[in-house]
């Protein structure tokens, strides 16, 4: 791929900025379908305003940028503006917090390969980055989803979603934006940690190499991987420390030294484990490493929130020393300085 010199300086820039200073990225960016799932479960009002209302309770948490060094925004919120009238976009930039992009159209079964997923969102994707990039989205988002289970993962989903994967990342590159690429190895199923491991190697290698051969400048993405964790069904469940040294091992055969950095998503991992993995990741590999060791958290950081917000405004306050909380124990986690106390 041809990139500018001003191009290559600014993806830089960019992806070394939402790795520095020992912050993470907040995952804010659920679709209708998953944001309404959440809501649903709660009892709160499946509606636009309230969709608004909660995401600002969430970016107007004092403190934020103290851990947080950018957010993953859905293209409702970019819309969207805040009680007083700024948009979402220039909020979060005047707070010194970089706003993302999720881009992705979300996920569809994959012809012919029962049980398994394709990730759709590349028509029309260069028109879309335009005017994201025009409106100051500085990354973007693309979540591909491979399940584990009997007979899958196939080739065939590996492949298919790992060059959609490049796909993205070479356009929003192209339009000066950082990819962060996602390839999620699900924790769902009886699966060992073993298995997980097996099926990351693979799926990180297949992205790589279709990187590789689509041109993406390396050093201008993040990745977001999966941890190494054994299936959330499985009955042997490895310790901490067992998991953040499959995870290293597993990173350091696949992610190229070039990468600035990865940023773990939380997968549906509790937000005391997610932290005390990304702890125990960083007390072992810190500084020992090419890459940042980071998070990008949607349900780790947000779900305590949640769960306090209910959609009412006099639970605001209670919700945001919440959401201030558990990004604190990620920047704590990020120092390898997260402790059990820290949630008591
Ligand atoms: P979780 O941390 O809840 O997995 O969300 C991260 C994300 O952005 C998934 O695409």
Redesign the pocket.
Known sequence: MILSEINIQKLIDTAQAMVADNKGLL?M?ESYPTCNKRFAKLGIPETAELRRDYREMIVTTAGLNESISGA?LFDETIRQHLMDGTSFIKSLTDNRIIPGI?VDGGTVLMAGHPGEKITEGLDNLRDRLKEYAKMGLKFA?W?AVITIGKGIPTQACIEANAQALARYAALCQEEGIVPIV?P?VLMDGEHTMERCFEVTEQVLHTVFNQLYTQGVLLEGMIL?PNMIVPGLACEKQESIDEVADATIKCLLRTVPAAVPGIAF????QSSEL?SARLNAINVRFKNKLPWELSF???????QPALDIWLGKEKNVTEAQKALYHQTVCNLAARRGEFNDKMNK
């Open positions: 995952a960016d993953i999720k988002k979540r996602e999620e977001k998503l939380s997968g549906g997610a990008s958290f949607g349900r780790a950081i947000q």
